[in-house]
């Protein structure tokens, strides 16, 4: 049978000779019965649009649009009293079973499902308009998803687990376990291959009790070429009960709010007092690229005790945000960032709104102690990245807001945890409760009352074409996005994070549902409603002409590509048995750390995360691109479905901005500038970048802990043509 490969597919096997053909994790073999003699066929799992890197529900489960590919059937009257054939969806518990429409040969588009395990069936039937199946079964297949199986049959059986209290590791204290999973004996045997760093292990501390506390963000207006000084510092910190020693800009986590106008330019005095050496990256700002804060290729580290001036120029209005760039997965997860925020220059550039809320979204990992130690030479977590156990949101354990009933909040969001990806909504707790965690989903499309609708209004680099409906908000490591949102009903309305990861080892889907924090609305009315214009869906005539200039490109062939994949070296025997087990299904992202004891074992010595261009082999640093001001360059990017472990990657392009035209083949409906973009496992990206901006900038994956390992190349933007 002569199958339609999906663009990933025909990316990756030729970007990587080695890689397994993407299509098995974007296809449904569909296999015959008895009844239906030689047919077969397949059924795509597509791409559904959506402003995100990855379509999901509420809840965390990913939607996909499924078209069938059939052939060989033969007439439905040849298997008795049947005129039509009918596809059907069913999780693997069989229920619900949920019609997919009437097929037959040839292409069909069947909707959208969003179940985490499902199968696929096609039978015989009397009539199109049947609600249930009932004829005969002659076509059926399994989501990959449903081949994740237990890792070993005594996957459930308590004595091939051990709890961490019976093993005292030699140099390090081991990671806490993920709740309700237990881990083999081998992998709790695991450690890493490097030794031990915290804060107080880098520099002679005075005692906790003396170090100055850390107090709230502020906001700092800052005036065409107002000046701000910022200083790196030690400081304290209580959280849930645990005795921190972290890291803040100016005292304050996070660091100052920074608002500016915009084509407004500032001066910071940077002042290091830590004892690392860092520089402060200005994240999705095109400004002068000496000031763009990478050590090693704008500039030298700033060594503890020294200064160094930034200047910065705010060409776009919107949302950015200020971290290291040296040793990040340490600096940043210890406290070092904080937002800036352009005020656009046209008083229309946002619709109207009661009020604006600029929430940093954090994770953190922390043990009974305190802050779980870091890689001193080299960074750990380097498999997955560090996923920590508490959540963050400006700082605080739990964010909390009190608005007048009918406002409108503008929220500008950013994700400033070293590795994870939220999947963020408001539920109304007063009105249903927090929903279930295990909910299933048969049809993706049915809205929840109890969630609110969001209004996505920008994202990294400015506004949409279109503002557009959503119910949650996915939001990957270094992304913004703008959201409006209008609490109507009375009440408390939780902030929460709602999730589907693995437990891997039994292979099943565990769901995660976190709260961030507490809207309370007030029973008595706003005074100025907004509501009409809330309820309108506006289009930016400014954006689209702005994105007409390049739509003649969006056709033509890559003049670039990228695969995102992994090397690994000597890796414990445990780690080697339990990944070869997880490579049957790779989830389209890694929402959560469910496996923290193999992942914290792993380091540079054994990991090693890979920029390669497709064309000649070049790898990270060894990448050579050259362009000039004014290039337009389109880039597939193919994140490769055969690597060890293949996982998503939030790639970030310094100093210039993009445009994500497709992904796995489906073009993008609704266009926005970005500045990093969320890039699935198995998945084919292809982006337009503009240059626009002279200089040497960096390409990286915005998971720290893989931009350690070495997941970064530079570009070179000359000012003038050569």
């Known amino acids: 049978m002569a199958t339609r490969a999906s663009a990933a597919a025909e ?39 959506s402003p995100f890197g990855v379509t999901v529900t509420p809840s965390g489960h990913h939607v996909r649009a499924l078209t069938a590919h059939i052939e060989g059937l033969p007439p439905p009257s040849s298997l008795g009293p049947y005129k039509v054939y009918m596809a059907w ?22 909707g959208r499902v969003a179940f985490n395990k499902f199968l696929v069936m096609v039978s015989a039937e009397a009539s199109a308009d049947v609600e249930t199946r009932e004829g005969p079964l002659v076509l059926r297949g399994r989501s990959p998803s449903a081949l994740m199986e237990a890792h070993d049959l005594l996957a459930l059986a308590p004595s091939a687990t051990r709890r961490a209290a019976n093993r005292a590791p030699t140099r390090w204290d081991a990671p806490p376990a993920y709740p309700g999973i237990a881990m083999l ?12 760093a ?34 790196a510092t030690i400081v304290r910190r209580e959280i849930e009960g645990r005795r921190l020693a972290m890291l803040a800009f100016n005292g304050q986590h996070p660091g100052p709010l920074i608002r500016v106008p915009e084509q407004s330019t500032i001066f910071v005095n940077f002042t290091n007092r830590t004892p690392y050496p860092t520089a402060v990256h200005w994240h999705g700002i095109r400004l002068d690229n000496r000031f763009d804060g990478v050590p090693g290729l704008t500039q030298d580290p700033v060594g503890p005790g020294e200064s160094f001036q930034y200047r910065i120029f705010f060409r776009d209005a919107g949302i950015y945000w200020y971290h290291p760039h040296h040793r990040e997965d340490v600096q940043q997860e210890l406290g070092l960032y904080g937002n800036l925020l352009v005020d656009p220059a046209s008083p229309g550039y946002y619709g109207p709104a009661n009020r604006e809320e600029v929430l940093m979204i954090d994770d953190i990992l922390l043990d009974e102690d305190g802050l779980v130690d870091f890689g001193g030479a080299s960074a750990n977590y380097m498999l997955m990245g560090r996923f920590g ?45 927090l929903p279930d965690a295990d909910q299933r989903v048969a049809d993706p499309d049915i809205e929840d009352p109890n969630r609110l609708p969001l209004k ?5 680099v400015g506004r949409f074409e279109r503002e557009e409906w959503a119910r949650s908000v996915v939001l990957a490591p270094a992304e913004r996005y703008v959201i409006d949102v209008r609490f109507d009903r009375p009440g408390r309305h939780a902030l929460i994070n709602h999730v589907q990861g693995i437990n891997h080892r039994q292979g099943v889907f565990r769901a995660e549902l976190r709260t961030l924090g507490t809207v309370t609305v007030a029973p008595d009315p706003v005074a100025r409603d907004h509501g009409a214009a809330f309820t309108e869906l506006r289009e930016n005539a400014d954006v689209i002409a702005d994105i007409d200039r390049h739509r003649p490109r969006f056709g033509d062939e890559p003049d670039h590509e990228l695969v995102m994949t992994l090397e690994t070296e000597d890796l414990p025997l445990a ?4 990944m070869a087990y997880d490579w049957v299904y790779f989830n389209p992202v890694e929402w959560t750390g469910t496996m923290p004891r193999m992942n914290w074992a792993t380091t540079g010595r054994e990991i090693r995360w890979i920029l390669r261009e497709a064309g000649t082999g070049r790898e990270n640093e060894e990448i050579e691109w050259n362009f000039a001001v004014g290039d337009v360059v389109k880039i597939r990017v193919v994140n490769d479905r055969g690597a060890f472990h293949a996982m998503q990657h939030p790639l ?59 997941m970064k190349m530079v570009m070179n933007v000359s000012d003038a043509p050569p």
Not at 206 to 219: M, N
Not at 575 to 578: F, G, K, Q, V
């Open 11 to 49: 990316a990756l096997e030729a970007g990587t000779p080695r890689a397994r053909a993407a299509t098995d994790l974007h296809c449904i073999s569909l296999f015959s019965t008895a009844r239906a003699g030689d047919a077969q066929g397949l059924v795509e799992l597509g791409r559904v649009p």
């Open 89 to 110: 969806a069913t999780p693997l518990e069989l229920a619900p079973v949920v019609p997919l429409g009437p097929v037959g040969n040839g292409e069909h588009r069947l």
């Open 185 to 196: 004996p081998g992998v709790m045997d695991l450690e890493p291959r490097a030794r031990p």
């Open 198 to 231: 915290s804060l107080g292990s880098a520099a002679d501390l005075s005692p906790w009790e003396t170090l100055p506390e850390a107090s709230e963000r502020q906001l700092v207006d800052l005036p065409d070429g107002g000046t701000l000084d910022l200083e």
């Open 389 to 433: 156990n508490q959540t963050l949101v400006n700082g605080e354990p739990g964010y909390e807001l009190e608005v007048e009933r009918g406002e409108v909040v503008r929220f500008h969001l950013t994700n400033a945890s070293n590795t994870r990806t939220f999947n963020l909504s408001f539920v109304d707790i007063e009105r249903g409760g």
């Open 456 to 460: 996505v209004v920008a994202s990294d």
């Open 575 to 578: 780690i080697e048995r339990s």
């Open 652 to 710: 970030h392009i310094h100093g210039q901005r993009f445009l994500v035209l497709s992904q796995n083949g489906v073009p993008n409906p609704n266009l926005v500038w970005k500045d990093t973009v969320l890039l699935p496992a198995a998945s084919t990206t292809d982006i337009l970048l503009e240059l626009s901006n002279p200089g040497r900038w960096m390409i990286h994956c915005h998971i720290a802990e893989h931009l350690e390992s070495g």
